[in-house]
Protein backbone atom coordinates (compact mmCIF):
# COMPACT_ATOMS: atom_id res chain seq x y z
CA UNK A 1 0.00 0.00 0.00
CA UNK A 2 2.78 2.16 1.31
CA UNK A 3 4.49 1.98 -2.40
CA UNK A 4 0.78 2.38 -4.79
CA UNK A 5 1.03 5.73 -2.87
CA UNK A 6 4.30 7.16 -3.02
CA UNK A 7 4.20 5.99 -6.82
CA UNK A 8 0.92 8.13 -7.39
CA UNK A 9 2.44 10.83 -5.53
CA UNK A 10 5.69 10.90 -7.93
CA UNK A 11 3.12 10.58 -10.93
CA UNK A 12 0.83 13.43 -9.41
CA UNK A 13 4.16 15.33 -8.95
CA UNK A 14 5.55 14.82 -12.47
CA UNK A 15 1.99 15.27 -13.95
CA UNK A 16 2.41 19.26 -11.97
CA UNK A 17 5.73 19.81 -13.17
CA UNK A 18 4.64 19.23 -16.38
CA UNK A 19 1.60 21.63 -16.18
CA UNK A 20 4.09 24.45 -15.12
CA UNK A 21 6.46 23.51 -17.25
CA UNK A 22 3.69 24.67 -20.40
CA UNK A 23 2.65 27.27 -18.16
CA UNK A 24 6.19 28.74 -18.42
CA UNK A 25 6.42 27.69 -22.40
CA UNK A 26 3.40 29.96 -22.81
CA UNK A 27 4.49 32.62 -20.81
CA UNK A 28 7.81 32.64 -22.29
CA UNK A 29 6.06 31.97 -26.23
CA UNK A 30 3.90 35.46 -25.52
CA UNK A 31 7.51 37.14 -24.34
CA UNK A 32 9.13 36.31 -27.37
CA UNK A 33 7.00 38.01 -29.89
CA UNK A 34 7.49 41.35 -27.88
CA UNK A 35 10.82 40.74 -29.49
CA UNK A 36 10.16 39.86 -32.97
CA UNK A 37 8.66 42.37 -35.73
CA UNK A 38 6.36 40.81 -38.27
CA UNK A 39 6.52 42.43 -41.68
CA UNK A 40 2.87 43.57 -42.62
CA UNK A 41 1.89 43.61 -38.90
CA UNK A 42 -0.43 46.15 -39.12
CA UNK A 43 -1.94 44.93 -42.03
CA UNK A 44 -3.37 41.48 -39.55
CA UNK A 45 -6.48 41.44 -37.50
CA UNK A 46 -5.33 38.54 -35.49
CA UNK A 47 -2.49 36.93 -34.27
CA UNK A 48 -1.87 33.24 -34.75
CA UNK A 49 -0.17 30.40 -32.31
CA UNK A 50 -0.43 27.18 -34.31
CA UNK A 51 0.47 24.11 -32.20
CA UNK A 52 1.15 21.12 -34.02
CA UNK A 53 -1.16 18.12 -33.14
CA UNK A 54 -2.73 17.99 -29.12
CA UNK A 55 -0.33 19.59 -26.82
CA UNK A 56 -1.22 20.69 -23.23
CA UNK A 57 0.28 24.16 -23.62
CA UNK A 58 -2.80 24.63 -25.71
CA UNK A 59 -5.18 25.23 -22.86
CA UNK A 60 -2.05 27.39 -20.94
CA UNK A 61 -1.74 29.85 -24.51
CA UNK A 62 -5.55 29.97 -24.42
CA UNK A 63 -5.63 30.97 -20.94
CA UNK A 64 -3.32 33.89 -22.20
CA UNK A 65 -4.42 34.41 -25.24
CA UNK A 66 -8.39 35.29 -23.13
CA UNK A 67 -6.11 38.15 -21.00
CA UNK A 68 -3.68 39.60 -23.87
CA UNK A 69 -3.21 40.94 -26.77
CA UNK A 70 -0.16 40.88 -28.81
CA UNK A 71 1.18 43.31 -30.70
CA UNK A 72 -2.25 44.71 -29.84
CA UNK A 73 -4.03 41.97 -32.04
CA UNK A 74 -6.15 39.53 -30.78
CA UNK A 75 -4.66 35.87 -30.14
CA UNK A 76 -6.01 33.07 -31.66
CA UNK A 77 -4.93 29.62 -30.82
CA UNK A 78 -5.52 26.71 -33.36
CA UNK A 79 -4.56 23.14 -32.68
CA UNK A 80 -3.62 21.94 -36.35
CA UNK A 81 -2.86 18.18 -37.54
CA UNK A 82 -1.15 19.12 -40.49
CA UNK A 83 1.54 22.51 -40.89
CA UNK A 84 -0.60 23.46 -43.96
CA UNK A 85 -4.28 24.24 -41.59
CA UNK A 86 -1.55 26.73 -39.93
CA UNK A 87 0.04 28.24 -42.91
CA UNK A 88 -0.83 32.11 -42.03
CA UNK A 89 0.39 31.23 -38.44
CA UNK A 90 2.96 33.98 -36.96
CA UNK A 91 3.80 31.20 -34.37
CA UNK A 92 3.97 27.74 -34.97
CA UNK A 93 4.88 25.51 -32.08
CA UNK A 94 6.41 21.95 -32.69
CA UNK A 95 5.54 20.15 -29.14
CA UNK A 96 8.55 17.18 -28.86
CA UNK A 97 6.24 14.15 -29.62
CA UNK A 98 6.19 15.84 -33.62
CA UNK A 99 9.93 16.64 -33.52
CA UNK A 100 10.61 14.09 -35.74
CA UNK A 101 8.87 15.95 -38.91
CA UNK A 102 11.17 19.11 -38.20
CA UNK A 103 12.34 19.32 -41.80
CA UNK A 104 8.93 18.85 -43.37
CA UNK A 105 7.74 21.77 -41.40
CA UNK A 106 10.46 23.92 -42.07
CA UNK A 107 9.92 23.44 -45.37
CA UNK A 108 6.33 24.44 -45.80
CA UNK A 109 7.35 27.25 -43.70
CA UNK A 110 10.12 28.27 -45.90
CA UNK A 111 10.00 32.04 -46.88
CA UNK A 112 6.40 32.42 -44.67
CA UNK A 113 6.94 34.99 -42.13
CA UNK A 114 6.52 32.39 -39.16
CA UNK A 115 8.56 31.99 -35.71
CA UNK A 116 8.89 28.22 -35.26
CA UNK A 117 9.25 27.08 -31.93
CA UNK A 118 9.95 23.70 -30.80
CA UNK A 119 10.27 22.02 -27.77
CA UNK A 120 13.77 18.91 -28.39
CA UNK A 121 17.33 19.60 -28.40
CA UNK A 122 18.96 20.65 -31.27
CA UNK A 123 16.15 21.50 -33.40
CA UNK A 124 17.70 25.26 -34.10
CA UNK A 125 20.12 22.91 -36.09
CA UNK A 126 17.47 21.58 -37.86
CA UNK A 127 15.90 24.88 -38.40
CA UNK A 128 13.61 25.96 -35.59
CA UNK A 129 14.23 29.79 -34.73
CA UNK A 130 13.50 28.96 -31.23
CA UNK A 131 13.82 25.69 -28.88
CA UNK A 132 12.94 25.17 -25.51
CA UNK A 133 15.51 23.08 -23.04
CA UNK A 134 16.41 22.20 -19.82
CA UNK A 135 19.69 23.06 -18.83
CA UNK A 136 20.53 22.38 -14.52
CA UNK A 137 16.63 21.66 -13.71
CA UNK A 138 16.04 25.09 -15.55
CA UNK A 139 13.75 25.78 -17.98
CA UNK A 140 15.76 27.90 -21.08
CA UNK A 141 16.19 28.54 -24.62
CA UNK A 142 17.72 28.06 -27.59
CA UNK A 143 17.50 30.84 -30.10
CA UNK A 144 18.89 30.99 -33.65
CA UNK A 145 18.80 34.45 -35.04
CA UNK A 146 19.62 32.91 -38.75
CA UNK A 147 16.89 30.67 -38.86
CA UNK A 148 14.40 33.82 -37.52
CA UNK A 149 15.49 36.37 -39.92
CA UNK A 150 15.35 33.98 -42.82
CA UNK A 151 11.35 33.80 -42.48
CA UNK A 152 11.76 37.51 -42.71
CA UNK A 153 11.97 38.32 -39.12
CA UNK A 154 13.36 41.06 -37.58
CA UNK A 155 14.77 40.40 -33.55
CA UNK A 156 15.19 42.46 -31.09
CA UNK A 157 19.37 42.00 -29.96
CA UNK A 158 17.69 41.79 -26.84
CA UNK A 159 16.13 38.38 -27.13
CA UNK A 160 19.12 36.91 -28.83
CA UNK A 161 21.55 37.78 -25.27
CA UNK A 162 18.54 36.15 -23.16
CA UNK A 163 18.95 32.91 -24.68
CA UNK A 164 21.43 30.55 -25.48
CA UNK A 165 22.62 31.67 -29.16
CA UNK A 166 23.10 28.48 -31.75
CA UNK A 167 24.85 30.17 -34.87
Not at 9 to 36: C, D, H, P, T, V
Not at 84 to 93: K, L
Not at 103 to 122: H, P, V
Request: hydrophobic fraction near 40%; proline fraction near 2%.
Amino acid sequence: MKKKLIAMMMILMSLSLSGQQSMFKALFMFNFAKYIEWPNQESQKEFIIGVYGDDEIIAELNKLAAARKINNKSIVVASVSSPSEAGNANIFYVPSAKSGEIGQITSFFAGKSTLIITDKTNLCNKGAGINYTMQGGKMKFEICKRNITTHHLKIDPKLVTLGIEIK
